[in-house]
Every structure is written in structure tokens, then in C-alpha cells.
């Protein structure tokens, strides 16, 4: 399928358009389009410039109006615009008509953020994702991406009812969604068993607002050397480095895609198996970018997603990051009050990362027992039956007895306390 937008030429001149509906605020609007405007940079777009109307609700027809539209038209035609850009999802009704007034090519919000998750796209995971929520996306549009093909296919051996070339289309990329999804599910079940195969260590994930700094964060603990651009979405795909907190806790952490508002359900729905890795973490720590001056609206959405996920009940360890850039220290001193058990950091300058490293080991030491056993050698060699479950610290024997000291996941114990009562 065609890019969007085209960073190997000329940069597209566009223009922003976003609508301040009831009980939105003209500051929110600005802040949603600012976010645009980040978004259509990260494709390579130059911006010329921005159109905001108010609306009580979105015009069926032309979204903002057809007497605006007609204005932007204008706009368009004297200053040599390629592309407009809606903050807000449209109709495939709504961007044929736009089209056909303004003469330039139109996309929305959820059309910008697929095309730059595939530019991004590195691995063979976040290509088939990013092509399925793109042919879920694309597939109710494509009367306006193929009208051309819009005719009956003819000739010798079509007889019959037949079918216009547009439906052909619409079966064809039905099938081609069908077998990606049966590619997602083989690579979501080889993940699974490198998961269960990880199981007797605690999992940690880093999830937060895009370009909050969480691919920094990574590396700067695990040296995992994940891609780091001042981008939006920069790294899609999940990286899971082993992080050794002391001589005897060693965790998982994984770095995951990046969250933003008005996030396209279609890629939520793709990225299932990314995202796995936070679905099934023992904790998620969610990195703010507390220098941006929304970050409280940052926080809202990532909760919001988290709750679509179903993971408001996951534990979380809340760490705002970037506070080498904070030119307001009081903000630090208040946001204490309201979250006393976030952290401060600036994982850029290795600011408060042990602090860090010290509260992930309090949180991972929770999940573990250390605790000294006796097994009796006349009861039959037993300790081979120990090693999987635990980890063995410290071993000493006697004529009758083997003593072991051992650290093991508490979901354990009762195994443990099975092999202990069978060899006392």
C-alpha cells in the first residue's frame, strides 16, 4: 500500500486543521494540534499552517463545514499546499468531499500515526502489525482508494453475475487480513513459550506516553543500545534485556511501544502482541516526560489505555523522568505531596537510577522467600528436584543431611514444602 507521506522527496506543504467541539476548550484543541503537528513532522511534513473551527458537533458532510472547507480551498490553491491533515478520524464520505473541493490529497489523525508506524517498522512482528490495523483501516475506504477499479471485470469465462473489480479488492485484502492474523497468532505463541520459559523471574515493563524516554531509560539500566530519536514512536518494537539488581535478583525489563491520545483502535487491536509483555509484567513502570507541560494529561491517557487493556490492576511504579530539564524545582516538591511514592528521575544523566534500581529490587524481593531446608539422604537423592523451582544461595551436609539454603519465587512454596516433607 502507498505511503502517506513520502520523506524520500520534497517535503508535503499541509495544513493542520483540528475543531474545537462542545465542551472542548481552545487550549485543548491547540495542545491536540501541537501534538499533530510533532506527528506530521515525524513523517517529514512541513507545516505551513493551522485552521481551527467551532463546531457544536462534526459536519456529516464535510466535517467542519463546507463554508469553511471552501475558505481552506483558498488557502490551498495560493500557497501550493500537498496535504491537509484532520486532528480527528473521518468518514471516507467525508474525505471525498473534502477532496473534491480542495483539489489536494486528505488524511486524519489515524491515518498519519499508521503511516508513521510504518516507517518506523523494523522487525518482521511490527511489519505485520502495522500492514493489519493499516487493511483494517483502509478496507470501508476503499471506494475512494480504488474508485478507478470500480467496474465490472469482463471477458471470456466471466459470465454470470460476476463481481466489480472493487469487490475483488475488498475479498482480496479480507484474505490478506485473514493470514496476517494467522501470522500474529504463530508469533504471539512463539512468545508465549520464550515467556513461560522466563517465567521464574520478575518481569518489569516501561510504558508511557510516547517520547516520554523510555527506550533512554533502557538502555541507560541495561545498555540495550533500543533506537533513541527525538521522535514520536520512535521504537515500536518490545526489547526484554535481564537487568542484575544485586548477586541474587536478577529481572526482566522490557522497553514497549510508546501510548498517545486519540491512540487508533486499530492498532491497539494489532499491537496486541507487543503489548503482551505488559499485559503479563508484575509491575509496569510508567515514564513521564514531566518537563511537557500537559504531562498531567499524558498521565490521564496512558490510564486510560491501560484501562482498555484491562491493566488498571497491574501494579505500578509511577517515575517522572526529564528533571534535569525542569526549570520549575517546585513542581518536583508538590508532585512528592501528590505521589509520595514516585520517583525523580533523568535517565539521560543517570540522575536517581539507583534509586530506581533499589526500589525494583525492594518490589522483585517481594515475590521471593529465602528460607533453609533439610533434606535426608536416606529418603533418596532430593536435591535435583529443588533446582528448578530455586535458586540454591548456600549448601552444607552432614552424615544423614543435606542442608540448603534457597531463594525461591513464593508461588513455589508449596512444591517446595511437598519435596521437604517427602525427604525429611
Not at 507521506?5 to 483540528?18: A, H, N, S, Y
Not at 473534491?100 to 502489525?129: C, E, P, S, W, Y
Request: proline share 3%.
Amino acid at each position: 500500500m502507498e505511503k502517506i507521506i513520502r520523506t524520500d522527496k520534497q517535503p508535503e506543504r499541509c495544513v493542520l486543521v483540528g475543531v474545537i467541539q462542545r465542551g472542548q476548550s481552545r487550549w485543548e484543541v491547540e495542545d491536540h494540534l501541537s501534538e499533530l503537528a510533532a506527528l506530521a513532522r515525524t513523517s517529514g511534513a512541513d507545516i505551513i499552517d493551522t485552521f481551527i473551527q467551532e463546531r457544536p458537533s462534526p459536519d456529516p458532510a464535510y466535517f467542519i463545514g463546507k463554508g469553511k472547507i471552501e475558505e481552506i480551498a483558498e488557502y490551498v490553491s495560493f500557497n501550493d499546499i500537498d496535504l491537509l491533515i484532520f486532528d480527528d478520524e473521518l468518514s471516507p464520505a467525508q474525505v471525498r468531499n473534502i477532496e473534491n473541493l480542495t483539489g489536494i490529497k486528505v488524511i486524519d489523525r489515524t491515518a498519519l500515526i499508521l503511516d508513521i508506524f510504518a516507517l518506523h517498522a523494523r522487525t518482521n512482528m511490527a511489519k505485520v502489525q502495522v500492514e493489519l490495523a493499516q487493511l483494517n483501516y483502509y478496507l470501508p475506504r476503499l471506494t475512494r482508494q480504488w474508485q478507478h477499479l470500480s467496474r465490472q471485470v469482463g471477458g471470456i469465462g466471466t459470465k454470470g453475475p460476476g463481481e466489480t473489480q472493487l469487490e475483488t479488492d475488498r475479498r482480496l485484502v479480507r484474505q490478506r487480513i485473514s493470514h496476517l492474523k494467522e501470522k500474529l497468532e504463530k508469533i504471539a505463541h512463539q512468545n508465549e513459550v520464550q515467556r513461560q520459559q522466563r517465567q521464574e523471574l520478575f518481569r518489569a515493563a516501561l510504558i508511557g506516553y510516547t517520547n516520554a524516554g523510555k527506550s533512554t531509560l533502557m538502555n541507560a539500566l541495561t545498555n540495550a543500545r533500543v533506537l533513541i530519536e527525538d521522535q514520536l514512536f520512535a521504537t515500536l518494537d518490545t526489547t526484554v534485556r535481564r537487568l542484575a539488581l544485586n548477586p541474587t535478583t536478577t529481572i526482566l525489563l522490557s522497553d514497549t511501544v510508546g501510548f498517545i491520545r486519540k491512540l487508533p483502535h486499530h492498532l491497539v487491536a494489532s499491537f496486541q502482541t507487543t503489548l503482551a509483555e505488559a499485559i503479563e509484567a508484575d509491575l509496569l513502570i510508567h515514564v513521564v516526560d514531566v518537563t511537557h507541560p500537559h504531562f498531567e494529561a499524558q498521565v490521564k491517557t496512558v490510564n486510560q489505555i491501560l484501562d482498555e487493556l484491562h491493566l488498571n490492576e497491574k501494579k505500578r511504579l509511577l517515575v517522572f523522568n526529564k528533571v534535569d530539564r525542569l526549570k520549575n524545582h517546585h513542581l518536583i516538591d508538590q508532585l512528592r505531596l501528590l505521589h509520595p511514592e514516585a520517583l525523580f528521575i533523568s535517565a539521560a544523566r543517570h540522575i536517581g537510577l539507583q534509586h530506581l534500581r533499589n526500589r525494583l529490587l525492594n518490589l522483585a524481593e517481594e515475590r521471593y522467600e529465602i528460607e533453609q531446608i533439610r533434606l535426608n539422604y536416606q529418603r533418596g537423592a532430593a536435591e535435583h528436584l529443588i533446582y528448578p523451582l530455586a535458586k540454591i544461595l548456600e549448601k552444607s551436609s552432614d552424615e544423614q543431611y543435606l542442608y540448603l539454603t534457597i531463594k525461591y519465587d513464593k508461588a513455589n512454596k508449596s512444591k517446595i514444602n511437598q519435596i521437604t516433607a517427602k525427604y525429611r
